[in-house]
């Protein structure tokens, strides 16, 4: 059976992932029910609002199944918030996929975002970081391994099958980090 990647398409810059995988050559699906998470082997959580996305996967009956998915998952801003152990700023329900603590907004408001050259592990070369109203990882669990720094911070992070960015790597030209997940 071959990749197919499921984009969970409730809200936030889902379309722009889809773009990338697009590119890519590689099947894909927007998710917004549990019957749209069939097939599914890799799964996007894209950047948008936390409580948005957390309040209709309630109601639609298949957070507990986004929670639990075990294939690859993909989780950038947003995403990696919903991720995370802990969630700080408040304090809120995350799905524990990563042992890690993300404040939300910690970069500030929409007016706050910038784009920044980081560090990545996956290339040698400077990678293009875009915050929006970005996340932080104050706290980084030890079986967690950063392969993203925005100076000394760890902007984003890894552990098994799991990828959180708390930057948007889809809003780039470069699509290494959708090539690595697919890898996963």
């Not at 932080?136 to 911070?153: H, M, S, T, Y």
């Amino acid at each position: 059976m071959g990749i197919l990647v499921g984009v969970l398409a409730i809200q936030g810059d889902f379309k722009a992932h889809i773009k990338v995988f697009k590119k890519l050559g590689v099947a894909h699906k927007e998710i917004r029910s549990e019957n749209d998470l069939s097939g599914v082997t890799h799964l996007v959580v894209p950047g948008g609002e936390s409580t948005t996305i957390r309040k209709v996967a309630k109601s639609e009956g298949f957070w507990n199944k986004l929670a639990i998915f075990r294939g690859p998952v993909l989780g950038t801003c947003m995403g990696s918030v919903l991720m995370a152990r802990q969630i700080e700023s408040p304090k809120a329900e995350g799905w524990g996929m990563l042992d890690i603590t993300a404040k939300r907004n910690a970069y500030g408001r929409q007016i706050n975002s910038f784009t920044a050259e980081g560090k990545i592990a996956i290339s040698e070369k400077p990678f293009e970081m875009v915050f929006i109203r970005a996340p932080k990882f104050v706290r980084v669990g030890d079986k967690v391994e950063p392969i993203a720094w925005l100076g000394d911070e760890a902007t984003g992070v890894i552990s098994g099958n799991k990828m959180a960015l708390a930057f948007h790597p889809e809003l780039t030209d470069n699509g290494c980090f959708h090539e690595y997940f697919l890898g996963l």
